[in-house]
């Protein structure tokens, strides 16, 4: 799918993402940054975070603003997004917070109502670093509640008390913030319908602006994923898995939030547009260990790893170069295309089949989901059926 012959390979050793990005035109919109400090690891998270010792926030900070500075040569045009991921950002002292954010505010051009969002677990949320979001600019926290059943969290290995989620959202509404996302999780070994109804009618009491519900998934490199593998762990049946999705969107519509993306749902005028930016396969830049960015069809990673990315700088070193050729950029439009609930214009299905190596057999395959059932035309837009967006890899395994 993606041709790396004009690309320095032996992307494992440090590459000067500078020299990659001139090789190409691109529009950066949004930024990604990474902290990767946990206070606990959760035993089905395979994102890098660890646990660490405290000194090593204050050289992550240091190093982050040299990268912010490296970016600042580059970037042009205005910036619309910031999703400041991890890990768990709010681990940071609210002042090491404070001067990261800063620093992207001051050195990065950032367009006139631009959204800035923080992940926060609720353990980590009080109100002096609640003032210090809000104080910097933030204008949204997507906090991790995953679900409000203690043996449910006990089973995700998750730490926080399920009344802690609410302490955190006043203190956030209490400084002034914005918008609130909560994620949650279902389909958690043992967790039923009951109590997944539950955790719905307990997020949406708090009155978020907008909620994320993913399925459990079982990542191969994961504690839970190698018990899961061995037969120790039970996943949740498949048609208890639907019924839950299907939960999620009959309560979610019912208290007016807009089901927009397959996991995510908004009331009005609260879509993640950090999100969607990933979701329109637009560019973004990245900052931190383990960060991931794409610029025009290049996609790179920070390395993985906080001693090597400390280490050297500004720029950091970079693995997982890609660049897609025009093939796998059309098999990317669709993947990514499809996962918005709005689906993709039906001109700009025929213009990506015109393209690319497998024009046919992706027409084929459109046609052949129509047939099941799985996509289907609606006024001048292909998307999923609800049954297709169940299924939605498999759909776009077959467009890839
Ligand atoms: S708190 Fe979030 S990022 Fe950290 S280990 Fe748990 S799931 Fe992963």
Same mark, same amino acid.
């Given at each position: 799918?993606?041709?790396?012959?004009?690309?320095?390979?032996?992307?494992?050793?440090?590459?000067?993402?500078?020299?990659?990005?001139?090789?190409?035109?691109?529009?950066?919109?949004?930024?990604?940054?990474?902290?990767?400090?946990?206070?606990?690891?959760?035993?089905?998270?395979?994102?890098?975070?660890?646990?660490?010792?405290?000194?090593?926030?204050?050289?992550?900070?240091?190093?982050?603003?040299?990268?912010?500075?490296?970016?600042?040569?580059?970037?042009?045009?205005?910036?619309?997004?910031?999703?400041?991921?991890?890990?768990?950002?709010?681990?940071?002292?609210?002042?090491?917070?404070?001067?990261?954010?800063?620093?992207?505010?001051?050195?990065?051009?950032?367009?006139?109502?631009?959204?800035?969002?923080?992940?926060?677990?609720?353990?980590?949320?009080?109100?002096?670093?609640?003032?210090?979001?809000?104080?910097?600019?933030?204008?949204?926290?997507?906090?991790?509640?995953?679900?409000?059943?203690?043996?449910?969290?006990?089973?995700?290995?998750?730490?926080?008390?399920?009344?802690?989620?609410?302490?955190?959202?006043?203190?956030?509404?209490?400084?002034?913030?914005?918008?609130?996302?909560?994620?949650?999780?279902?389909?958690?070994?043992?967790?039923?319908?009951?109590?997944?109804?539950?955790?719905?009618?307990?997020?949406?009491?708090?009155?978020?602006?907008?909620?994320?519900?993913?399925?459990?998934?079982?990542?191969?490199?994961?504690?839970?994923?190698?018990?899961?593998?061995?037969?120790?762990?039970?996943?949740?049946?498949?048609?208890?898995?639907?019924?839950?999705?299907?939960?999620?969107?009959?309560?979610?519509?019912?208290?007016?939030?807009?089901?927009?993306?397959?996991?995510?749902?908004?009331?009005?005028?609260?879509?993640?547009?950090?999100?969607?930016?990933?979701?329109?396969?637009?560019?973004?830049?990245?900052?931190?260990?383990?960060?991931?960015?794409? #610029?025009? +069809?290049? =996609?790179? *990673?920070?390395? $993985? !790893?906080?001693?090597?990315?400390?280490? %050297?700088?500004?720029?950091?070193?970079?693995?997982?170069?890609?660049?897609?050729?025009?093939?796998?950029?059309?098999?990317?439009?669709?993947?990514?295309?499809?996962?918005?609930?709005?689906?993709?214009?039906?001109?700009?299905?025929?213009?990506?089949?015109?393209?690319?190596?497998?024009?046919?057999?992706?027409?084929?395959?459109?046609?052949?989901?129509?047939?099941?059932?799985?996509?289907? #035309?609606? +006024?001048? =837009?292909? *998307?999923?059926? $609800? !049954?297709?967006?169940?299924?939605?890899? %498999?759909?776009?395994?077959?467009?890839?």
């Amino acid at each position: 799918m993606a041709t790396r012959a004009d690309i320095p390979l032996g992307t494992l050793q440090p590459v000067a993402l500078s020299t990659l990005l001139a090789q190409g035109s691109h529009r950066f919109r949004g930024v990604y940054a990474h902290v990767p400090f946990c206070r606990h690891k959760c035993h089905y998270c395979d994102f890098y975070s660890f646990v660490d010792a405290e000194d090593r926030r204050q050289a992550y900070v240091d190093r982050a603003i040299a990268e912010i500075d490296a970016w600042a040569e580059v970037v042009q045009a205005p910036l619309e997004t910031l999703f400041v991921g991890g890990g768990t950002p709010t681990m940071l002292r609210p002042g090491q917070l404070s001067a990261c954010l800063a620093h992207l505010r001051g050195r990065l051009p950032w367009a006139d109502g631009h959204e800035w969002t923080v992940e926060a677990n609720p353990e980590t949320v009080d109100p002096e670093i609640a003032r210090a979001l809000v104080e910097a600019g933030v204008t949204r926290v997507s906090m991790g509640a995953q679900s409000f059943q203690p043996r449910l969290l006990k089973a995700l290995e998750r730490h926080h008390d399920p009344a802690s989620v609410g302490r955190a959202v006043d203190a956030l509404r209490h400084a002034g913030l914005r918008q609130v996302n909560l994620d949650l999780i279902y389909a958690i070994p043992g967790g039923t319908l009951d109590e997944w109804r539950d955790d719905l009618r307990q997020a949406i009491a708090l009155a978020p602006d907008h909620v994320s519900c993913y399925g459990l998934m079982y990542e191969a490199n994961t504690p839970l994923g190698q018990r899961h593998a061995r037969g120790q762990v039970q996943g949740a049946p498949e048609e208890l898995e639907v019924a839950m999705h299907e939960a999620a969107c009959e309560t979610l519509a019912a208290a007016g939030f807009e089901h927009y993306e397959i996991s995510n749902w908004a009331l009005p005028g609260r879509r993640c547009r950090h999100n969607e930016l990933y979701w329109r396969n637009e560019d973004w830049l990245t900052v931190g260990p383990a960060a991931s960015g794409h #610029a025009s +069809g290049l =996609r790179w *990673r920070n390395v $993985p !790893r906080l001693g090597d990315w400390l280490g %050297q700088g500004p720029w950091s070193p970079v693995q997982d170069v890609e660049r897609l050729d025009e093939d796998g950029q059309v098999g990317e439009a669709f993947m990514m295309g499809l996962r918005l609930l709005e689906g993709m214009p039906l001109e700009r299905v025929q213009s990506l089949l015109r393209q690319g190596r497998r024009g046919v057999a992706r027409q084929l395959a459109i046609a052949a989901h129509m047939e099941s059932g799985l996509l289907e #035309a609606a +006024g001048d =837009r292909l *998307r999923h059926t $609800p !049954r297709g967006r169940l299924l939605a890899s %498999q759909v776009a395994m077959d467009l890839l």
